[in-house]
């Protein structure tokens, strides 16, 4: 007999090699029906994997990232099988499951193209195979037998893959005709899988290497039950009235040019004034705590990355170094503000009376993302930082830590970010040659950061192998309107880049100490937060933020003048505010200033004209009545105040 500890401590004799799924049916048989999958000892299993020895477990289902993890793996190689079947000698790269539903790299041989308009045959074919109820079946293979397997099917694919793993555990699982080499954890059966919606067809190149083969990638997600599935497409398709690109370009906030080069924004006005006014707010809140504004360059020599160990870790996504006529001279497009601060510290001596100093940029850095990575405003190969950095001492480290904790918290009150968490990323103990400086140091920088969360009375979750290079950090993750999480602001506890610059402070007892360095950017990225913030108001912004805050509707082209003066009036109260004075009818404007997202309309006419009053539309709400003109301004001021509270 083994002993099986539940997550509320409980524990329960069963006998040796008992399994999940006999442990859930044990407990009751709808729990049975709902398991997904099974953690057993802080490992995901399958559910009839025999247990061997004492564990401690807990039971996953839909209502678990960890089940839908398993339900979506199982469903990319559902997916693989009805391929295989439809397309005799197709190959097989990777099949993951992702935050929303799962995807299969293919090559489905010369010739032959798959497209969106063979989605539902295939479709059919997985619902075809689901309803046989085949077990998904794990089996252990040395890697011999696993190179012989795949080279006798002709995929190089997987056997590259395998070429590149030790000789460890290796598994396959099986599903009907259908053997894949995978990890798993897998469902019981694929009779679960009730409801399939494949999306999209894509290219994606193998490994992420844009000068191998390019395979064919399918995008699919399933569901136990068909409501689960239509509340998810209802759910699509409001993200895609959110995406920010279709948004950002129907606003005109942003655009790309292929002649300026992938991944890289042109802000147009609209879009620079907003993004500005975010600037603009942040810099008077770090005014208020006291930061100091600098400006760097967006170059840098090579030699001060090298020292900073950008060059070693970020290499290989940087752009190419820039040769000047000088021997050996290189100079490289920042990855990372921090270097140049380093520097202007160091530009003189520091008393620990001095201390903390605070520089704040708003720096562009650059990276060179894959191609296929790039998308809208979220990835992009040119990003502004609302970057700054703290040199303190080290008494000091977690007061000013709970000071940014503060700034991102007055950020998402104000921004309307209400649903978010907390996490503290620390170094994957057992590869810590990814990153930099002693154990001594991280261990004191992680500390930190975790008494500083629990003294602000902080709810956090902990990751492993989530730091930066050179410190734990702590990320929030904010979920938008449709539930989706982002990772925006950053805070980080950094030991390691003042002894590689060499920095320094006189201290009380007139010797030299090293100070501690904060790296925060609460807003992470200008160019992410932008695109976030619309695809969270679905463009509709705060009225403070609003790109454009009033438009005047003049009834037909003979009350334009009239239009006119309510402009002149309004900007004098700095009001944006602007005209449609088309010759169109004022059901045609009024239809176009709500797809604008432009917050008031103001109509006016003949009535309007002869009282020197307004009618006042409210977007998205309709009517609000006439209003003399001091009356709205009053208002719209009114309401302005109130967000600004």
């Known amino acids: 007999m083994i002993i099986i500890t539940f997550p509320d401590g409980h524990k329960q004799e069963f006998p040796e090699g008992v399994t999940g799924l006999e442990i859930a049916r044990s407990i009751h048989p709808a729990l049975a029906k709902k398991a997904l999958a099974i953690s057993v000892n802080g490992d995901t299993w399958d559910l009839t994997r025999p247990i061997q020895q004492d564990s401690e477990i807990r039971i996953y289902t839909w209502d678990d990232e960890e089940g839908k993890h398993a339900f979506w793996h199982s469903s990319a190689h559902l ?20 935050d929303h539903g799962f995807y299969y790299d293919v090559d489905p041989g010369e010739g032959v193209v798959i497209t969106e308009a063979d989605l539902p045959r295939i479709e059919q074919k997985m619902k075809e195979l689901a309803r046989q109820k085949n077990t998904y079946q794990r089996k252990v293979v040395s890697k011999e037998e696993a190179l012989d397997y795949f080279k006798s099917k002709g995929d190089e694919y997987k056997v590259e893959l395998i070429g590149e793993l030790e000789d460890q555990e290796i598994t396959f699982y099986t599903q009907g005709n259908f053997t894949d080499l995978c990890r798993g954890p897998h469902l019981p059966d694929t009779g679960s899988i009730k409801a399939i919606k494949l999306l999209n067809v894509a290219g994606a190149y193998w490994r992420g290497d844009e000068h191998r083969k390019q395979m064919t990638r399918i995008y699919g ?17 409001e993200a895609k009235k959110r995406d920010h690109r279709r948004i950002g370009k129907d606003l005109e906030l942003f655009t790309f040019s292929q002649r300026v080069g992938q991944g890289l924004p042109l802000w147009l006005p609209k879009g620079a004034q907003l993004r500005e006014r975010l600037e603009n707010f942040l810099k008077k809140v770090q005014k208020d705590y006291g930061y100091q504004p600098v400006i760097t360059p967006h170059i840098g020599q090579k030699e001060l990355y090298v020292t900073s160990g950008h060059y070693e870790k970020y290499g290989k996504d940087s752009f190419k170094p820039i040769k000047t006529p000088v021997e050996g ?5 920042k990855p990372m503000n921090c270097p140049h601060h380093c520097e202007i510290y160091r530009s003189k001596p520091h008393t620990y009376k001095e201390l903390p100093i605070r520089y704040a940029e708003f720096g562009t850095v650059y990276r060179y993302e894959q191609s296929g990575e790039l998308h809208g405003l979220t990835r992009v190969r040119g990003f502004t930082q609302d970057d700054a950095h703290i040199f303190c001492r080290p008494d000091q480290l977690k007061e000013e830590f709970i000071k940014v904790i503060d700034i991102v918290f007055l950020i998402f009150n104000k921004l309307h970010f209400e649903n978010f968490t907390a996490q503290i990323s620390l170094r994957d103990p057992e590869d810590k ?10 261990e004191r920088a992680e500390q930190a950061i975790i008494e500083a969360c629990a003294e602000k009375g902080l709810e956090t979750t902990t990751v492993r192998g989530e730091a930066a290079f050179y410190g734990p950090k702590l990320d929030f993750m904010v979920r938008d309107a449709l539930g989706r999480e982002w990772q925006l602001g950053t805070i980080q506890v950094d030991y390691n880049l003042p002894e590689r610059f060499d920095l320094e402070y006189i201290g009380a007892d007139d010797k030299k100490h090293r100070p501690v360095m904060i790296h925060r950017a609460p807003f992470g990225s200008m160019e992410r937060f932008v695109a976030v913030l619309i695809e969270h108001t679905a463009g509709k912004f705060p009225l403070w933020l609003a790109p454009d805050q009033v438009i005047i509707l003049p009834i037909s082209e003979k009350y334009n003048d009239f239009a006119k003066k309510v402009l002149k009036f309004l900007n004098n109260y700095d009001i944006r505010t602007l005209i449609d004075e088309r010759n169109e009818k004022i059901g045609k404007k009024i239809r176009d200033s709500e797809l604008k997202k432009i917050p008031y309309l103001l109509i006016v006419g003949e009535k309007e004209q002869t009282n020197g009053t307004v009618s006042v539309r409210k977007q998205g709400e309709g009517d609000m009545g006439s209003m003399k003109m001091e009356d709205f301004v009053h208002f719209l001021k009114e309401k302005i105040e109130k967000e600004n509270e």
């Open 79 to 98: 997916m693989a099988e009805a391929l295989e079947a439809l397309y005799p000698g197709i190959k097989f790269g990777i099949g993951p499951a992702i």
């Open 433 to 442: 040659e990814k990153y930099i400086g002693s154990d001594e140091n991280w």
């Open 329 to 333: 001279e290189e100079f490289l497009l």
């Open 221 to 237: 997600i399933t569901f136990p039950k068909q409501s689960l599935l239509e509340e998810y497409l209802a759910w699509l398709e």
